[in-house]
Nanobody, 118 residues
């Protein structure tokens, strides 16, 4: 079992910045993938950014050049630095942890609200 604790988020003006953090605890297997997803109005979850244990990253096209994901494997944490925020970035951001090589080993955080508005 893995528990994810998220922090950060809140309200920012267009062009501003926010920082999201997620810490994983429990039974942590490696290699693993940690990342952030944004939940849409129909509860769909769209990838924002993810990082593998070897620090390989992947970003949604809409956030490339604006968001940066980083992780600390020793602390099992992942941080999403969001710059040049746009109103379309608004949503609930959920932390995700998964071990692709193990069945039924994927976990979600509770989510944190990000609102970009003037």
């Amino acid at each position: 079992q893995v528990r994810l604790e998220e922090s950060g988020g809140g309200l920012a003006q267009p062009g501003g910045s926010l920082r999201l953090s997620c810490a994983a605890s429990g039974t942590i297997y490696s290699p693993n993938v940690m990342g952030w997803y944004r939940q849409g109005p129909r509860n769909e979850r769209d990838l924002v950014a993810l990082s593998l244990s070897n620090s390989t990253t992947n970003y949604a096209d809409s956030v490339k050049g604006r968001f940066t994901i980083s992780r600390d494997n020793a602390k099992n944490t992942v941080v999403l630095q969001m710059n040049s925020l746009e109103p379309d970035d608004t949503g609930i951001y959920l932390c995700n942890f998964k071990v692709p090589w193990l069945p039924r080993n994927e976990y979600w955080g509770r989510g944190t609200q990000v609102t970009v508005s003037s």
